[in-house]
């Protein structure tokens, strides 16, 4: 039995703009490598060097605003002067829609204010579709159906029944 769920993305959408990212980018391959693995343990999404060129380039197309080297202090490499648009995650046959505090942080000093893209660049052969993404969702494993639901919930008002 696999220990990672491996769900099938087609591509990522920037505002309205989808991103030319070659299916194949995402594709498991036959010998186990490269594909995508959703996981609620890894903080941010990491994706292939090809994918995350496009993601950062479209950001910075769409926000306009100033870039800020702030890797020392938040260990990623894009970060902007306050302000965000949209962004999706496109499976196949769902877009996940992720409101901005899932895909920006925002971070604070006494005289700035920075939004980071809560994504990086490849870390390992794969892509990772971290939890700052799946956060306020509950994210539903269906191994015998093989798929993955997302429906979106307030952690506040949540309650497990026995």
Request: aromatic share 12%; charged share 15%.
């Amino acid at each position: 039995m696999p220990t990672l769920y491996s769900p099938t993305l087609e591509g990522i959408t920037i505002g309205s703009t989808r991103l030319p990212i070659n299916k194949t980018t995402f594709a498991l391959n036959p010998d186990g490598s490269g594909g995508v693995i959703i996981d609620s343990g890894t903080t941010f999404t990491y994706l292939v060097e090809s994918a995350y060129v496009l993601v950062k380039k479209e950001f910075i197309s769409e926000v306009k605003l100033p870039v800020v080297d702030a890797h020392n202090s938040t260990g990623l490499d894009l970060c902007f002067k306050l302000r965000s648009d949209a962004a999706s995650i496109n499976f196949t046959d769902a877009d996940l829609h992720l409101p901005t505090e899932n895909y920006m942080l925002t971070t604070r000093t006494q005289a700035w204010g920075w939004y980071v893209l809560a994504m990086g660049g490849p870390i390992f052969g794969f892509s990772i579709f971290g939890n700052v993404q799946q956060q306020n969702y509950l994210v539903e494993y269906d191994l015998s159906k093989e798929t993955l639901s997302f429906c979106r919930r307030s952690v506040t008002s949540f309650e497990l029944s026995s």
